[in-house]
């Protein structure tokens, strides 16, 4: 593998020049350097923003995210940890996820009233499952989030243009903008499980939130069955594969979208079901066009089933092709915002196939059932008494 260097900032106070290097690892390099010698693209660094000063700063290293640690190149170790501690001397705390439940236990005992900025080297699912297990706090609190795109999807990250770990590095110490980060719900029928690996684990019992993504069909088939060890492994390939041996089912599931009270309805049956706030689910998958991760709305992406083999590859090219299915007749593009009433009618939900849901990554089964309601809305950036932003 051939070796480039990144320049990651100028330090102005102490004249430090930082790159990055990265080949199978990656290094921090640190030079003297006169101002005037280095090129202007290069971010000047005069002070820290104030998520890395006056937050309290928590690294959540989520392990098994992306390909897993298991590889040679380490962000944390070869890079946060040199340039925070000797560097620019941030203080963080650092956790690294043990199991599959480190995140929630550690979301569950979160109990800190200061400010809080909580970096997550991780994919969508981690930050999800953060929201998710938080108990309701006292008082309010702030935590300011902020994503590497560490994960295989990362579409919370791609939202707000990061598309790999060493840009993410430069933003994250150089941006001083943050925004709140919208939140969406979800209410699943009573005897809906969390499924891990085709495994049930926790039922669910309360609405869930939802950062980028909530999928029915063949989205969430696709990945409901990459979840597995031996596909985990490709990295972002393991969706297109699992993708394909979706395509030699037929993906027909049953019901109707409806807005408002039935002002809108969409029938089905569905090949396709998805309402998103992302703009894209990978760097060249642009499920959304009109989608804004700091907007507080929705976007409902959806097609028909058909009796051809080829449709869904069809429009699925398109959403490679920046995104041009949304002009294409049979795919439904609608934005759904605060306050408007939003219901699924999903039917027949025996096999287990057809009541898998994604939510931003994590699988949930439905009860099996004839005929089941969710119910979806828009809110705001609230949640158990804490105001989530994002540093964008
Ligand atoms: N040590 C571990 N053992 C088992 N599971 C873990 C461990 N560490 C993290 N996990 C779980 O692995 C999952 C990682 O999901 P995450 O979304 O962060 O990455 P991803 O699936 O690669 O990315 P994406 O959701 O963007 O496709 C989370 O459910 C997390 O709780």
Redesign the pocket.
């Known amino acids: 593998m051939t070796s480039t260097t990144k320049d990651l900032v100028y330090i102005t106070g102490t004249s430090q020049l930082v790159q990055v290097t990265s080949d199978t690892s990656y290094e921090l390099v640190v030079t003297k350097a006169d101002a005037d010698s280095i090129g202007t693209e290069i971010p000047r660094l005069q002070s820290l923003p104030t998520h890395l000063t006056t937050n309290k700063v928590v690294i959540l290293d989520?392990?098994?995210?992306?390909t897993g640690r298991s590889t040679d190149k380490n962000l944390y170790e070869q890079l946060i940890k040199p340039l925070f501690d000797n560097v620019l001397r941030v203080k963080h705390e650092y956790i690294a996820?043990?199991?599959?439940?480190?995140?929630?236990e550690y979301a569950h005992k979160f109990d800190n009233d200061e400010p809080t900025t909580i970096i997550?080297i991780?994919?969508?699912?981690?930050?999800?499952?953060f929201i998710n297990g938080l108990e309701e706090s006292q008082h309010s609190s702030t935590i300011t989030i902020f994503p590497f795109p560490?994960?295989?999807?990362?579409?919370l990250a791609l939202s707000i243009d990061l598309t790999d770990e060493v840009n993410a590095l430069q933003k994250l110490i150089t941006s001083t903008k943050v925004s709140p980060l919208n939140l969406y719900e979800v209410e699943f029928p009573k005897g809906s499980y969390y499924l891990?690996r085709d495994e049930k684990t926790t039922e669910i019992t309360q609405p869930l939130k939802f950062l980028v993504v909530l999928s029915w069909a063949f989205h969430a088939s696709l990945?409901a069955d990459s979840d597995t060890p031996e596909l985990?492994k490709f990295g972002l390939e393991r969706f297109k594969k699992a993708a394909f041996a979706n395509l030699e089912q037929e993906q027909k599931y049953e019901g109707e979208f409806i807005i408002n009270n039935g002002q809108t309805t969409i029938s089905g049956p569905f090949a396709y079901w998805l309402i998103t706030a992302s703009k894209r689910f990978e760097p060249t998958f642009e499920i959304s066009p009109q989608g804004d991760i700091l907007e507080d709305s929705l976007y409902l992406v959806s097609f028909n089933t058909e009796d051809n083999g080829t449709y869904i590859m069809d429009i699925m090219g398109k959403v490679y092709s920046n995104g041009s299915h949304i002009n294409d007749h049979r795919v439904s593009y609608k934005k759904l915002q605060k306050h408007d009433t939003l219901t699924l009618k999903a039917r027949n939900l025996i096999s287990k196939q057809k009541r898998r849901f994604c939510l931003?990554?994590?699988i949930i089964e439905l009860p099996a059932t004839e005929e089941t309601e969710l119910k979806f809305s828009v809110s705001d950036n609230v949640y158990k008494n804490r105001s989530i932003y994002i540093i964008n």
């Open positions: 989520s392990v098994n995210s992306g996820t043990v199991s599959a439940e480190t995140i929630t997550f991780s994919g969508d699912t981690s930050v999800n499952e560490s994960g295989t999807g990362n579409s891990v990945v985990r931003d990554g994590s």
